[in-house]
Each structure stands twice: as structure tokens, then as C-alpha cells.
């Protein structure tokens, strides 16, 4: 029954957190431009967040595992609090400036580095309390709350900010992200016996190729991701239509990524994980270059469900062979290098993602993004069927002999 409880805290104030973030996805950049006049500028805080991420193989291998409970998530959900706040508060002053903007991204990135494996990790240990299996339910089913947000979020923020309100979405994020600490603290600790130094995420991923190969394919994803939400925001800016057609393409992902987690679980038991994961990107790639070639809400929305669908099963597939093959230390190293490649990769493309909207035009780089993204994922599907052959070979070789 606690085990329930401190599930179900986790979940909810992950839940929180993720809502307030989609709404303020609309305004941030915004804010940016329009505070800054620079469209190269509205990725600066996602690119500089990625920074610590990048580097958190190194700066947090002792860290990581610190966040073993939740009043220690709490500790570090205060710090992202506080760098999410720091931009609104310098625009309401007046101070908005691109060295505020990397500051606050290098906060935010090293709370995220803390913060997003210690609440995975955390919610698994608890589904192994919990019982069998439920490990990779619980992580199931908290992406499945991100795409709940992901669908109802961003239509709520293109409202708050057609009516004026940017700067407040910006301070909500910052309350939420410190309330979600606070749903936390029930969590009791999982502390490892004493032993060994913690694992590397290198010695952890040994003998994981598929892992391997699962994050190759979604680190690709998270590195062309800002084609979707930076380009579509700038075009509806560019267009008179601030917010309208992210707001169709995070609302149509959203609803796509709904279904997708209601039969996510039913599918990868079924499915090998790295075929899977390798299609459900190319399919992604595939979406963006309609949304580029044709840039209506309508298809938007539509391309945007396809692909919430299809990734929300190439996340599960990744989940699933992460949870079975590893606990304890290992598997919070684990996620801990799952959360770099999503948080680098996305924040490395953010970075980048302003100037070369800037320079192609959005709808341009949407189409780039897929082609880039759909060719990845098709090299890696077919590196994984050529590696399987060579071991069924070799093993039918091998019992020749």
C-alpha cells in the first residue's frame, strides 16, 4: 500500500511539473523575442541547459544516486524552481539579456540532470515494491502523463498568451516545478548497501547494445525536435498566428501519444524493442516533412497525432529493455544516460535551432529535421536486423561444430 502511495505522489507531481511546462512552451519563446528582438535567441535557455547535461557523466556519477529519496528530489526541484524563475523576473525588470538567458539554462540543466533520472529511478524502484513488473508500468504510464499534457498544455497556453499573458505562464512554471518536490517527500529512501564506487554510464550500457541502439535512434529525435516546437512557433508568429499552429501540433502529438500509451505496454511485449523504436522515429522524420511540405493546423495536428503515437512505442520499447536487464545503481546510471541523450540531444538542437531557423526558415528545417531523423532510424534498424543475423549464424555455426 505505501509502495502505491509513494507511486502515486511521484507520478502526480511529475504530472504537475510536465503540465506547467507544456503551457509555458508557447510563451517562452515569445518572451524571448520579443523582449530580445532575436529569433537566434529564443533557444538560448534550452541550449544552455543541455550544457550541464552533456557534462553529467562526469559532474554527477556521485550525484545521481544522492537523489535516492524524495525530500532529496525536493532539494534539487527547488533549484530548477529558482533558475525557471530567473527569466521571468528579469523581464518584468527589464534585464532580459542573453548572458541572463544562459545563466538560467545553466541552472535549469543541472537541476534536470539531478532531477529527471532521481524521479525515474525512483518511480522504478517503487514498482519493484509495488510488484512484478510494475516497474515499467509506472515509467509507462509517467511518459503517459507527459503526453496527456503534451495535449491539452500547449492549447491552454496559446490561449493565456492570445489574451496577454505571457510572463505569468512563466512564474506558474516555477511554482508547479517547486510543488512537485513537495508531492515527493513522502518517497522513502533506496539506499544502496555500501560497496563499490557507483557504475559509469559506459560500464552500465557494457553488453547493452540494444540500449545502444534505442538511444542512437532518440537522441536523434531529441536533437531535430526544436524543427517542431521552435519552428512551428516561430511560424505562427511570423504568420499573426502567435502560438495557433504549436498549439495544433503539441495538442495533435498530445492525443496521438494518449492512444499511443494505451497500448504501448500490449505492443512491446509483442514486438523486438530496437525494430520498433527504429520505426516509431522514422515515422516522426516522416510526419515532420508533411507538416514542412504542407504547414496548415490542420496537418499539424494530423502529423503531429501520427507521430505522438508511433514515438510514445519507441519509448516503451526503450524502457522495457532497461528495466528488465538492470536495478539498483546500475539502473540509475542507466537512466541517468537515457536522460542525458534526451536532454543534451534536445538542448543541442535548441541551441543551434534558432540560427538555422533563422537563416532556412522554418519550414525548411522541418523538412531537414525529418530527413535527418527517418534516415537514422532506418541505418539503425538495419545495423540491428544485420548484427541479429550474424549472431544467429554464428550460433547455428557454433552448434554445427
Known amino acids: ?141 509517467q511518459d503517459g502523463l507527459r503526453r496527456i499534457g503534451m495535449m491539452i498544455g500547449p492549447a491552454i497556453g496559446a490561449l493565456a498568451v492570445s489574451t496577454g499573458l505571457t510572463n505569468g505562464l512563466l512564474w506558474i512554471e516555477a511554482a508547479a516545478v517547486f510543488a512537485a518536490g513537495l508531492l515527493a517527500c513522502s518517497v522513502r529512501a533506496e539506499r544502496a548497501p555500501d560497496g563499490p564506487a557507483p557504475p559509469s554510464i559506459r560500464a552500465s550500457l557494457a553488453g547493452r547494445r540494444d540500449v545502444l541502439y534505442g538511444w542512437i535512434v532518440r537522441g536523434t529525435g531529441c536533437v531535430t525536435w526544436f524543427a517542431f516546437t521552435l519552428g512551428l512557433s516561430i511560424i505562427g508568429e511570423e504568420r499573426g498566428r502567435p502560438g495557433i499552429y504549436l498549439a495544433a501540433g503539441m495538442t495533435g502529438y498530445g492525443v496521438g501519444s494518449v492512444i499511443g500509451t494505451a497500448i504501448s505496454l500490449a505492443v512491446v511485449r509483442r514486438t523486438k524493442p530496437v525494430p520498433l523504436a ?36 519507441g519509448i516503451a520499447a526503450i524502457s522495457v529493455v532497461i528495466t528488465r536487464s538492470s536495478v539498483g545503481a546500475e539502473r540509475r546510471a542507466l537512466l541517468s544516460g537515457q536522460s542525458v541523450v534526451v536532454s543534451a540531444g534536445s538542448s543541442a538542437g535548441m541551441l543551434a535551432g534558432g540560427p538555422i531557423i533563422a537563416a532556412a526558415g522554418a519550414e525548411l528545417t522541418l523538412v531537414g529535421a525529418g530527413v535527418i531523423t527517418t534516415l537514422v532510424a532506418v541505418l539503425v534498424l538495419v545495423q540491428c536486423q544485420t548484427a541479429r543475423h550474424v549472431r544467429d549464424r554464428d550460433h547455428h555455426v557454433g552448434r554445427a561444430a
Not at 534539487?76 to 532580459?96: I, K, Q
Not at 525515474?120 to 517503487?126: G, I, N, R
Not at 510526419?287 to 501520427?306: E, K
Open 1 to 141: 500500500m505505501r509502495a502505491r502511495f509513494e507511486a502515486l505522489a511521484l507520478l502526480a507531481g511529475g504530472g504537475v511539473a510536465d503540465f506547467a511546462l507544456r503551457i509555458t512552451q508557447v510563451a517562452l519563446p515569445l518572451v524571448i523575442l520579443r523582449e530580445t528582438g532575436s529569433v537566434a535567441a529564443t533557444g538560448l535557455v534550452g541550449g544552455a541547459a543541455g550544457v550541464p547535461v552533456l557534462l553529467s557523466p562526469w559532474w554527477a556519477r556521485k550525484a545521481r544516486q544522492w537523489v535516492d529519496s524524495g525530500p532529496r528530489l525536493a532539494i534539487v526541484a527547488m533549484v530548477s524552481a529558482m533558475a525557471l524563475a530567473l527569466v521571468p523576473a528579469a523581464a518584468a525588470l527589464g534585464l532580459l539579456t542573453p548572458e541572463v538567458l544562459v545563466a538560467g539554462g545553466l541552472l535549469l540543466g543541472c537541476g534536470d540532470a539531478l532531477s529527471t533520472p532521481g524521479r525515474s529511478a525512483l518511480l522504478a524502484d517503487t514498482g519493484d515494491r509495488w510488484g512484478e513488473g510494475k516497474a515499467v508500468v509506472l515509467l509507462t504510464w
Open 278 to 313: 527504429s520505426v516509431a522515429w522514422a515515422c516522426m522524420g516522416l510526419c515532420w516533412i508533411g507538416m514542412g511540405l504542407s504547414t496548415t493546423p490542420a496537418v499539424v495536428a494530423v502529423m503531429g497525432a501520427v507521430s505522438g503515437l508511433t514515438v510514445v512505442l
